[in-house]
T-cell receptor, first 112, second 112 residues
Framework: SQQGEEDPQALSIQEGENATMNCSYKTSINNLQWYRQNSGRGLVHLILIRSNEREKHSGRLRVTLDTSKKSSSLLITASRAADTASYFCATDAGTGANNLFFGTGTRLTVIP | EAGVAQSPRYKIIEKRQSVAFWCNPISGHATLYWYQQILGQGPKLLIQFQNNGVVDDSQLPKDRFSAERLKGVDSTLKIQPAKLEDSAVYLC??????????FGEGSRLTVL
């Protein structure tokens, strides 16, 4: 299966701390994306990193990609209670068809 | 810009009954996806359309699930007959090209 795996499955931190989530995947990719899902809602795109990139920033988000280890990490700095959500990594199949396969997700709880 | 619209938001049926979900993608988006998300898991791709043609339906249980995208715009996903294990959120997404997917709020199905 192409599906990735996130680690940890659940993470609980205090407001203001940093949160790091990891994702591993199995096959070649063109890009890797991170999405956020609030409880009972749809997924919202956060950031995309291409296979030839190693690091990308967007506001309080920092994403790294190591294609040799088939892994990625998402760092959220200075977390806020509003960051409480599930976070998923998604990879394409490397075919150019843009069919995304999602991981199992990390449930982040930020305690005010 | 209007987002991806899905209906109904909630549906409760008895096993062996049928159900249909509707999705209207973002205007101009050629690619439309249906994902199934079981509670506590990541979304699983059921089917991907490019305009009104199927790109990938390898994970669609074709004995009971069907989907169509007539005229290359909105789409319907049907389950007939439903099983208990079909209880999930059915997410529709669309994209205008390689990269980011835009998701609807989902249709939550409970099969009793």
């Amino acid at each position: 299966s192409q599906q990735g795996e996130e680690d940890p499955q659940a993470l609980s931190i205090q407001e203001g701390e940093n949160a790091t989530m990891n994702c591993s995947y199995k096959t070649s990719i063109n890009n890797l994306q991170w999405y956020r899902q609030n409880s009972g809602r749809g997924l919202v795109h956060l950031i995309l990193i291409r296979s030839n990139e190693r690091e990308k920033h967007s506001g309080r988000l920092r994403v790294t990609l190591d294609t040799s280890k088939k892994s990625s990490s998402l760092l959220i700095t200075a977390s806020r209670a509003a960051d409480t959500a599930s976070y998923f990594c998604a990879t394409d199949a490397g075919t150019g068809a843009n069919n995304l396969f999602f991981g199992t997700g990390t449930r982040l709880t930020v305690i005010p | 810009e209007a987002g991806v619209a899905q209906s109904p938001r909630y549906k409760i049926i008895e096993k062996r009954q049928s159900v249909a979900f509707w999705c209207n993608p973002i205007s101009g988006h050629a690619t439309l996806y249906w994902y199934q998300q079981i509670l506590g898991q990541g979304p699983k791709l059921l089917i991907q359309f490019q305009n009104n043609g199927v790109v990938d339906d390898s994970q669609l249980p074709k004995d009971r699930f069907s989907a169509e995208r007539l005229k290359g715009v909105d789409s319907t996903l049907k389950i007939q007959p439903a099983k208990l294990e079909d209880s999930a959120v059915y997410l529709c997404a669309s994209s205008g090209g390689p990269g980011e997917l835009f998701f609807g709020e989902g249709s939550r199905l409970t099969v009793l």
